[in-house]
Nanobody
Framework: VQLVESGGGSVQAGGSLRLSCTHSGYISSRHCMGWFRQAPGKAREETAALYTGGGGTYVADSVKGRFIISQDNAANTLYLQMNDLKPEDTAMYYC????????????????????WGQGTQVTVS
C-alpha cells in the first residue's frame, strides 16, 4: 500500500489549502482513512476520518467548521479542504489508511492506522 500526499504549502492566516492523498496497492474498496497532523513537540492528532465504503465523516472539534474531508473513489484519492487557516494549524499533515469496519472508523489514535504517507507541510503565518 502506498499513500502519497500533496497540496501543502505556506499561506497567510484566513487562507485555504486542499490536501490530496492518492492511495494504491490496496485490494479492498472499503477501508478507514484519516488525516493527521503533527506540530513540532506535539503528539500526532487526527483531524478527520472517513470510511471509503460510505457513511459519515468525522472532524475534530479544533477544525470543525473549517476542514472538510472527502474522497474521489474513482481516483483513489482522499482530500482535506482546509479553510480559514490559523497559525495553530501549522503542522506536518499525514494521510493514513487501515482495514476497519465502518463502526470503528471514527476519530482514532495514530496506532489504529496501519499505513501512512510521507506527510506534507502546512505553514500558516
Amino acid at each position: 500500500v502506498q499513500l502519497v500526499e500533496s497540496g501543502g504549502g505556506s499561506v497567510q492566516a484566513g487562507g485555504s489549502l486542499r490536501l490530496s492523498c492518492t492511495h494504491s496497492g490496496y485490494i479492498s474498496s472499503r477501508h478507514c482513512m484519516g488525516w493527521f497532523r503533527q506540530a513540532p513537540g506535539k503528539a500526532r492528532e487526527e483531524t478527520a476520518a472517513l470510511y471509503t465504503g460510505g457513511g459519515g465523516t468525522y472532524v475534530a472539534d479544533s477544525v470543525k467548521g473549517r476542514f472538510i474531508i472527502s474522497q474521489d473513489n474513482a481516483a483513489n484519492t482522499l482530500y482535506l479542504q482546509m479553510n480559514d487557516l490559523k497559525p495553530e494549524d501549522t503542522a506536518m499533515y499525514y494521510c493514513a489508511l487501515t482495514i476497519a469496519t465502518q463502526s470503528l472508523c471514527t476519530l482514532r489514535e495514530a496506532t489504529f492506522f496501519a499505513y501512512w504517507g510521507q506527510g506534507t507541510q502546512v505553514t500558516v503565518s
